[in-house]
């Protein structure tokens, strides 16, 4: 196509070009039209925060899981039903605390243990955070409302392998006591990404 | 490469658009854009490194004011076309309209020839390799010296796997490095850990 041509001929909306490619796939027998929609429920309705809130939940009432999910993410997460892509080979938990803030991004695409904190967000995508969350994180912190003290250390983690990683947030005390579904139910997405604490 | 997608450090971006329980989703379309690509991969049209890559390619004016999900449908048109299971023609004339695609491809490169295995606590450097094709080493980290902390299981290398050149899997390391290290004198304190994989380290001196 020539540049004269592209002035008179529009850009087809991203609506019209993913329906052109499914179309195109459907009619070189790739079949997508069938196989698109269990994708869509899947990412819709399983690959939700709601997989590692439950995960935070166990490991602050059982110590033992605790352990074993620090050790082996992938392994421990399997013994709640939650599994992972074949290419995510590893599942890193990092355990904030009182003096240790982990926040995971990634800064040149934005991978994420999807089927275990859900798909990110849409800021997390962005051009802002993923430029700015690994040179100046404490103030990328604080514009994003969670203002640290100076004496909590930092660690951000760029997801640039197919390592996975996920926050393990620190237990609000006045939870304490708790029934696991109960704790759950207040572990939101951000805090297991490390933007927020509970 | 050197390309418009490696930002982490990059200055001049305002603050980040945040809002308590952000969406993942904004339109149907994009719900379907990322199934048709996992599709994809899930059928072995393509791995991950190469839709990577693919996104990486865009021209840098289409990336930055392309959406996530826009970047995901070029990389998998690019690839659909690449891997001639349809035309450029077919699509564009499906879609009733222009569809941009993801710049050619550059040579890709197998493991470096020396690999060290490393242990937690090792001090490394990243190599100053500069490449044309894929890579998963940031830019900010190039040349600079960190501390390794554990070691992953092995993955395809990405500078070989998304251009379809054999090569041996290896592990990456979980790197440590200060904030103040990477960016002297410009940079808050932090930790910041990346996952480098074995080829782009060596033993520092």
Redo the contacts between chains.
Sequence with gaps: ?SNRD?VV?????????????????DA?G?N?SE??EE??HL??ERWVPHNGARVVAKAWTDPAFRTRLLANGCAAVAELGITMPK?H??L?VLENTATVQNVICC????CTAFTVI??????Y????????????????LK???LDLPPEV???????????RYMVLPVQPPQTFGWPEEKLAEIV?R?SMIG?SRL | MDGM???????G????????D??????E????????Y??AVR?G?F??DEY?HA??RMEPRHY?TA????RS?TS??TL?IEKK??SHA???Q???????LAAPSAPGRTNAAERERFEPGDRVRVRDDYVPGHV???G?IRGKTGVVV?E????PF?DAHAHAIAAEDEP?Y?VRFR?ED??PN????????????QSYLERAR
Excluded at chain 1, 107 to 110: G, I, R
Excluded at chain 1, 125 to 140: F, G
Excluded at chain 2, 30 to 36: I, K
């Design positions: 196509m592209s001929y529009p850009t087809a909306t991203p609506q019209q070009r993913v329906a052109a490619i499914q179309a195109a796939l070189h790739i997508a196989a698109v994708l869509d990412a819709q290419h080979r590893h890193v800064t040149q695409c934005s859900g798909l990110p967000p849409d800021w995508k962005d051009l802002e955070y993923r430029s700015r969350v690994v040179r100046e994180s404490r103030t990328v514009e994003m409302g250390e930092i660690r951000v983690w760029d997801t640039t392998a197919d390592t939101t951000d933007v | 997608h490696d930002l982490g450090g990059k200055q971006f305002g603050p980040v658009r945040y809002t308590e952000a969406p993942a989703f904004h339109a379309w994009e719900v379907r854009a990322n199934s048709l996992v599709l059928r049209i791995n991950m990577r996104i990486e930055l959406t996530y999900y826009e449908l998998l048109a659909l299971i349809v077919e699509l564009e499906r879609a009733g309209g222009r569809f941009p998963r080493m940031p900010y554990s992953s299981p092995t993955y990405p990456t979980d904030a990477l960016w410009s940079a808050e304190a932090a930790l910041v850990h990346v996952g480098v994989f």
